[in-house]
C-alpha cells in the first residue's frame, strides 16, 4: 500500500508570496494532521482535519489555513510568507480522529525554504 | 512551543551497546508516543504507552512511563547502525485534542559501526 504522499518535495519561494501544499493520505485514512518542522526542533502541529472539517488549530497565525476534500487529500495554504516560514512542513495521516488508538503517519514532508 | 524535552539532546554509543533516551513533559496525558526520523525525512511510529501503563516492550524497544514525574525513557537494546536517527517523543492533551500531539525537541542518537 501506498503511505501518505507530499508534493512537492522541495519548493523555494520568496517573501510575501503564497503557496499551497498538497498531501494524500493512506487509503482508508479520514485524518490528515499538518506539522511544521523547523531544522532541529520537534514538529509543531498546524492543523488536524477529520471527515472534512477541521478537529484542531494550533499556535500558528490566520496566514496559515488549510482544507480536506471528499477523498481526504488535503491542502496546507499559507499567505504572505515570511522567512520565518521556512520548514519542514510534514503532513501525517490516521485511521481515526483519536491519536490513542491510532498513531500518526508521516509523509515525507516538503522542504519550503523562503528567501 | 514544545510540551517536553528530551535528554540528551545528543548521543553516540557504539554498536551492540545500549541507548537511552529520556523525556519530559508539563502537563497531564492520555498517552506519550515515541517516533523515530530519519535526517530529512517522515517520522515513523515506534510505539505508544498509554497514561495507565508503566512499561511497554516491542522488538528491542522498552519504554516506561511515569506520570508522577511526568516523564518516560526509551531503550533501544543491542543497538545497530541502522537505529541512528532522531527519536521525539509526543504527549497528547488530557482532554482528548484529536491528533494534535506535542513534541519534545528530539534526541539525535548516531550508533557507530
Known amino acids: 500500500d501506498a503511505g501518505v504522499t507530499q508534493s512537492p518535495t522541495h519548493l523555494i519561494k520568496t517573501r510575501g508570496q503564497h503557496v499551497t501544499l498538497r498531501c494524500s493520505p493512506i487509503s482508508g485514512h479520514k485524518s490528515v494532521s499538518w506539522y511544521q518542522q523547523v531544522l532541529g526542533q520537534g514538529p509543531q502541529f498546524i492543523f488536524q482535519?477529520?471527515?472534512?472539517?477541521?478537529?484542531g488549530r494550533g499556535n500558528f497565525p490566520d496566514r496559515f489555513s488549510a482544507r480536506q476534500f471528499p477523498n481526504y487529500s488535503s491542502e496546507l495554504n499559507v499567505n504572505a510568507l515570511l522567512l520565518g516560514d521556512s520548514a519542514l512542513y510534514l503532513c501525517a495521516s490516521s485511521l481515526t480522529a483519536e491519536s490513542y488508538n491510532s498513531p500518526l503517519h508521516f509523509g515525507n514532508g516538503t522542504r519550503l525554504t523562503v528567501t | 512551543s514544545q510540551q517536553g524535552e528530551e535528554d540528551p539532546q545528543a548521543l553516540s554509543i557504539q554498536e551492540g551497546e545500549n541507548a537511552t533516551m529520556n523525556c519530559s513533559y508539563k502537563t497531564s496525558i492520555n498517552n506519550l508516543q515515541w517516533y523515530r526520523q530519519n535526517s530529512g525525512r517522515g517520522l515513523v511510529h515506534l510505539i505508544l504507552?498509554?497514561?495507565?501503563?508503566r512499561e511497554k516492550h516491542s522488538g528491542r524497544l522498552r519504554v516506561t512511563l511515569d506520570t508522577s514525574k511526568k516523564s518516560s525513557s526509551l531503550l533501544i537494546t543491542a543497538s545497530r547502525a541502522a537505529d541512528t536517527a532522531s527519536y521525539f517523543c509526543?504527549?497528547?492533551?488530557?482532554?482528548?485534542?484529536?491528533?494534535?500531539?506535542?513534541f519534545g525537541g528530539g534526541t539525535r542518537l548516531m550508533v557507530k559501526p
Open positions: 482535519y477529520y471527515e472534512k472539517e477541521e478537529r
Open positions: 504507552i498509554r497514561s495507565n501503563e
Open positions: 509526543a504527549t497528547d492533551a488530557e482532554s482528548g485534542a484529536g491528533n494534535m500531539l506535542t
